[in-house]
C-alpha cells in the first residue's frame, strides 16, 4: 500500500513539475513595443503570453496597443 502511493505522489509530483515548464516555456518575451507589435499589431492583453508589465506604459492591463 505504501508502495502504491508513493508512486501515485511521484507521477503527481512530475505531472506538476511537466505543466508547470510548459507553462513557463510558452511565455513570450519582446524587447520592446515595436517588436511585439510586428507580431499583435494590436497590442496584447493581461494573461497573454506575449504581455509584460513593462510594456504596459499606461498600466491600464494592454501592452503596446496603439
Given at each position: ?66
Amino acid at each position: 500500500m505504501k508502495k502504491v502511493i508513493l508512486t501515485l505522489l511521484t507521477a503527481t509530483l512530475v505531472f506538476s513539475f511537466t505543466s508547470f515548464n510548459a507553462e513557463v516555456e510558452a511565455k513570450e518575451t519582446f524587447k520592446n513595443c515595436k517588436e511585439l507589435n510586428k507580431k499583435y499589431p494590436k497590442g496584447v492583453k493581461k494573461g497573454h503570453s506575449a504581455y509584460s508589465a513593462k510594456l504596459d506604459r499606461d498600466k491600464d492591463g494592454w501592452a503596446c496597443e496603439k
